[in-house]
């Protein structure tokens, strides 16, 4: 054999990252080779498909690579997700990879806390078993609490593995939104239990209320290509975009019409625009007649009459009501009812916007009730819903005694119990029962992914509470404001070094699935989280090792993955051409043709193209997107009363669940997309209403180490490096600020400074903030009163009153 | 010769920065810092512009990515006393660092303010880096190249194995990335070409073609129309 560099590389195993290692410490023959050939040969570029984890977005990467160094960064062609296109975000992962801040080992606390000296990884893990063992065997494991940020797939399937197996319920996910589960308003009116999707890039009309699509939604590569699609297509005219939004945002920029709103009264307008529909006889009676629930006033089994949605709208939203608690103009409510009525298909959204205020469930129950007047359920460029992934379940969990004791245990953020009843996390209540010890002391923490404390607006009582916690461990690469509080740093590597996986759930309804290897070897002495939590579940022997039986996290992976090659559907993809044949035959002939002899050859193909995907086999039919009691959409939601009445039947009439909720008092408009009108607006101490948003450029963890996204973080405002406030100019002259002022935001929690900003894109009562993740950037969340939404569980972030005046 | 430009479709913008990000990984541009960007001195070889609508009081604002555009009749060469800057036969302005002695008169004479200067030495080489594009010192200009060093790539490859350049072959890295598929780059040479066909479009128009720069990277306009 002709002996090259190419074959030497094959050979060692064919990622670039096993060849950094083995020319390191190979001393054999062939490591000696390599040195030698290493002096004179131009480094081999290979390409690395991997996956962007800078948002939930799920974006195909493919990284370059020479001789296992990152050199660059650029979409996957072959990914169905982006196509080959990636956003801003997707460089940052060159300077997180490089950031020389990066921990280097594990650290150990030395004295005080945010005191750290390294430590070899054999004794901090043993610090972490011994631990785990002293408390489970002391009938304490429930004391154990993990929190965990924004990240999905086979990582978090392997905490909660664990959770279950050692026998703590305290699994408490950070984050503002699960991309895994639907929205609350849309399981209580379809009965669905996955996401649903928008078929955005086939719609004619997009209606969005205060969705950031374009920016920060679920995926901002993934709607812009729906967004181009819309705009120019060589087969239809130039769709039509509607943006509502009290900002006007890029998207909004980039909306044919923007609609400035009153902040948190979304609600009130949909109402406003159903009423306008209905007068006006514009919905789609076909669908709302069969398809529909609770339209009409109906008398139930036990002859009680029921207002039904239509004399509700009629009754309680009359045009000029809503118009004056909006600040919309009636002609314009009217105008985008016709709109809606008349160009098809049309597709509402709102799904995550900002949370629209305390109100949000109904707002979003009103915003999707127009989803179903338009008729888009279930048709080409409407309403669709992910399909599930046919992945292999893993072996159960095994669960000894201990672990049931700790299982039966209250949780430590409230979540599913009393007014949180509807809720799976509560973060927001942490530091009040941590610091309280309710309903049990926190024995030791795990963070995960989070930075609560960069957040997190009771940071201070947080800290307070996290000083009370005996043992912290953390997963960080870097050390940020929380990891700093710990006692054990355990840093994971970042993504672009190791085994990856990512079911990406919130799409336009094909279901996808990505895998990658390590595009690098690890630059410093760090550890996949994922493979340390496999290691220390061995040390704790009995049922809890016999949950985990793997040896590293790649195993888990292929073990899953079989699943998708069993299913006997989907392609790993490839080349369009290449798919578009097997696709063919599967639509002229009717079958599935199979790419690959064995699950070895299709393994090494997802590992080497990237992902596998299914765009056939998604549910359509009006049928799976409606799984109510009733079969039907329901305007009236009997999934809503069946929970309540449950409720009532294990708490009582009296019970924190049923009074929070307003039971009593509001009768059947609980279970009607009724928003209550919010109070007019008058407050002289604090005049101005706060609004904060999500930059496009800014990463899921804020991207402190990012310079490139620091530096241009936004094009709207001329902006770089420093946070800002979005003023009007006609406001900002009545209280005598210049652009580019300091100026103090103040509320009645606290006070930040930034810079003001002129932007005449906002109604003049609100200023804009946004979140600008760099650590001594103020935080407008510092403002923000910790309150949490009953129905969420997170943060009530958009409904803080301020005043501003210069520094 | 192919002739090489680019279009830019400002309906499909979205105004992200996708291209800004990839051209600053493409062509090894770094982060000045706090200091130097309040001086103004950030370098962005791909920069979006904003323009905002004074007929409509300041409510409609555009997005315009600006790379280079590689004028037909480019200003800032003639101005260039080294000549560190020309352009060459398929329409590129090239920029050669070591020639640059610094003096800046191409960016004065830019109307596109498309050209940046290095004050300081605000990187080394280091890990991460593209190593098909050198770092700039401090004292030299520097600008977008349409990824020249990719042209080079292609060309070779395609030279190696004694063929043309394939269409798409030779793509730069803003329009790689961006994800409205708003730019499209390719051989305005040739007629059947799809940036060729877009740049005939009713939508076209070019960034100040009064004053007879004959810029390469065309734009198309927003709202109804062909194209």
């Given at each position: 054999?002709?002996f090259t ?19 390191g ?13 290493e ?8 390409m690395?498909?991997?996956i ?36 801003p975000?997707?460089?940052?992962g060159?300077?997180i ?7 280097k080992?594990p ?9 750290f ?23 304490l ?28 319920p305290?699994?408490?996910r950070v ?12 399981y ?24 950031s ?50 902040p ?22 076909d669908?709302?007649?069969k398809?529909?629930f ?21 009754r309680?939203y009359s ?13 314009s ?35 999707h ?21 046919p ?9 000894d005694?201990a672990?049931n ?7 430590i ?25 309710t ?52 840093p994971?590597?970042?993504?672009l ?15 996808s ?14 550890r ?14 009995g ?10 996290f ?69 049928k ?12 009236y ?6 929970l ?20 009593e008092?509001r ?12 109070p ?16 496009l ?12 996204l ?17 003023v009007?100019p ?10 580019e ?13 930034v ?35 009953i ?15 210069r520094? | 010769?192919?002739l ?21 990984a493409e062509n ?6 706090q ?59 090239a920029?050669?660092?070591?020639r ?10 830019c ?39 990719r042209?080079?790539k ?5 030279h ?22 708003a730019i ?6 040739d007629?059947?070409s ?5 740049a005939?479009?009713?939508r ?24």
């Amino acid at each position: 054999m002709r002996f090259t560099r190419r074959t030497f590389l094959q050979v060692l195993g064919g990622t670039a990252g096993a060849a950094v290692v083995a020319k390191g410490q190979l001393s054999s023959k062939v490591g000696l080779a390599a040195q030698d050939i290493e002096r004179w040969a131009t480094p081999e570029e290979v390409m690395v498909p991997s996956i962007c984890q800078q948002c939930p977005g799920g974006c195909g990467l493919m990284v370059r690579t020479h001789d296992g160094e990152v050199t660059g960064i650029a979409g996957n062609p072959y990914h169905p997700i982006n196509r080959g296109s990636v956003c801003p975000k997707a460089f940052g992962g060159l300077q997180i990879l490089y950031d020389n801040t990066r921990l280097k080992g594990p650290m150990v606390r030395a004295k005080e806390r945010g005191q750290f000296q390294p430590i070899e990884w054999d004794k901090a893990l043993s610090m972490v078993t011994s631990r785990l063992s002293e408390l489970r065997s002391k009938g304490l494991s429930h004391t154990v609490l993990i929190l965990g940020g924004q990240y999905r797939g086979y990582r978090d399937n392997l905490w909660r593995r664990f959770a279950e197996a050692y026998g703590t319920p305290n699994y408490v996910r950070v984050r503002c939104f699960s991309p895994e589960k639907p929205a609350l308003a849309h399981y209580l009116m379809q009965g669905v239990t996955s996401p649903l999707s928008y078929d955005l890039s086939k719609a004619q009309l997009i209606l969005s209320f205060g969705a950031s699509l374009l920016e920060a939604w679920l995926g901002p590569v993934h709607a812009a290509q729906a967004f181009a699609q819309l705009r120019r297509s060589s087969e239809r005219p130039r769709g039509w975009f509607i943006q509502v939004d009290p900002r006007r945002s890029p998207t909004a920029i980039k909306a044919d019409r923007w609609i400035p709103i009153v902040p948190g009264t979304d609600g009130m307008l949909a109402l406003g625009i159903a009423n306008a529909m209905i007068r006006e006889g514009l919905y789609d009676r076909d669908f709302v007649e069969k398809q529909t629930f609770g339209f009409e006033d109906w008398v139930d089994d036990s002859r009680q009459p029921h207002m039904g949605f239509k004399n509700l709208v009629l009754r309680d939203y009359s045009l000029v009501a809503v118009s004056a608690a909006t600040g919309v103009p009636v002609k314009s409510i009217i105008e985008i009812a016709r709109s809606l009525a008349t160009i098809k298909p049309a597709v509402v959204i709102g799904e995550r916007g900002p949370a629209y205020g305390p109100d949000d469930l109904h707002t979003r129950m009103a915003i999707h009730s127009l989803n179903a007047l338009v008729g888009n359920i279930g048709v080409l460029g409407g309403l669709r819903i992910q399909g599930d992934l046919p992945l292999a379940s893993l072996p159960p969990i095994r669960r000894d005694e201990a672990a049931n004791r700790g299982l039966a245990q209250p949780r430590i953020d409230g979540a599913g119990r009393e007014q949180y009843l509807l809720v799976s996390d509560t973060t927001q209540l942490l530091p009040e029962r941590i610091m309280n010890g309710t309903p049990y002391p926190v024995n030791m923490l795990f963070l995960f992914a989070t930075n609560p404390l960069a957040n997190h607006p009771a940071k201070q009582a947080l800290r307070s509470a996290m000083k009370k916690i005996p043992f912290i461990v953390s997963f960080s690469p870097f050390l940020d404001d929380s990891s700093a509080m710990a006692d054990l740093i355990l840093p994971d590597h970042t993504y672009l070094e190791r085994w990856q996986d990512d079911p990406v759930t919130h799409l336009a309804g094909f279901t996808s699935f990505s895998v990658a290897r390590p595009a690098t070897s690890p630059l410093h002495q760090t550890r996949n989280t994922a493979d340390v939590v496999l290691q220390i579940t061995k040390t704790q022997g009995g049922t809890v090792a016999e949950s985990f039986p793997w040896k590293k996290f790649e195993d888990v992976l292929h073990q899953g993955v079989h699943g998708l090659y069993a299913a006997k559907r989907g392609y790993v993809v490839s080349t369009t051409s290449e798919e578009e044949s097997l696709r063919k035959v599967l639509e002229r002939q009717g079958y599935w043709v199979p790419e690959f002899q064995d699950y070895d050859a299709f393994w090494n193909a997802l590992v080497q193209r990237g992902a596998w995907w299914d765009p056939t086999g998604f549910p359509e039919s009006s049928k799976a997107l409606l799984k109510t009691a009733s079969g039907k959409f329901e305007f009236y939601s009997s999934a809503f009363k069946r929970l309540v009445n449950e409720a009532a039947k294990k708490e009582g009439k009296d019970g924190r669940f049923m009074k929070t909720l307003g039971v009593e008092q509001r009768g059947d408009l609980l279970y009607l997309p009724a928003v209550t009108t919010p109070p007019t607006e008058e407050n002289d101490q604090f005049p101005l209403r706060l609004n904060t948003y999500r930059l496009l450029s800014r990463p899921v963890g804020g991207g402190g180490n990012q310079p490139w996204l620091l530096e241009q973080p936004a094009v709207h405002v001329r902006a770089s490096w420093e946070s800002w406030v979005e003023v009007h100019p006609e406001t900002a002259a009545t209280l005598g600020i210049q652009e580019e002022d300091w100026v103090w935001v103040e509320s009645e929690k606290g006070r930040i400074r930034v810079r003001a900003k002129f932007y005449t894109g906002t109604r003049r009562n609100v200023v804009h903030i946004p979140l600008m993740g760099r650590g001594e950037n103020p935080n407008p969340n510092d403002l923000i009163a910790n309150e949490p939404d009953i129905f969420r569980g997170f943060g009530l972030f958009n409904t803080t009153r301020v005043r501003i005046r210069r520094a | 010769m192919a002739l090489w430009g680019m279009v830019i479709d400002l309906d499909r913008c979205t105004g992200c920065q996708a291209c800004v990000m990839a051209c600053k990984a493409e062509n090894n541009v770094p982060a000045v810092g706090q200091k130097e960007a309040e001086r103004g001195r950030i370098i962005s070889w791909m920069q979006v512009l904003t323009e905002t609508d004074e007929e409509h009081h300041s409510e409609k604002m555009r997005f315009i990515p600006r790379p280079c555009l590689q004028c037909d009749d480019p200003p800032c060469t003639k101005v260039c006393p080294v000549y560190a800057t020309y352009r060459n036969p398929e329409g590129i302005i090239a920029q050669i660092y070591n020639r640059c002695i610094g003096c800046r008169f191409c960016m004065a004479a830019c109307p596109y303010n498309a050209k940046y200067f290095n004050w300081y030495t605000y990187q080394k080489e280091k890990p991460g880096q593209n190593p098909d594009v050198s770092v700039r010192e401090k004292g030299v200009v520097e600008k977008c190249t349409f990824c020249h060093h990719r042209l080079q790539k292609a060309r070779e490859r395609a030279h190696a194995e004694k063929r043309e350049i394939e269409p798409g072959e030779y793509n730069t890295a803003c329009a790689q990335a961006c994800p409205a598929q708003a730019i499209i780059f390719g051989d305005l040479a040739d007629p059947g070409s799809e940036v060729s066909k877009l740049a005939r479009s009713p939508r076209a128009f070019k960034l100040q073609e009064e004053l007879g720069t004959k810029p390469k990277v065309i734009y198309l306009t927003e709202g109804e129309g062909g194209g």
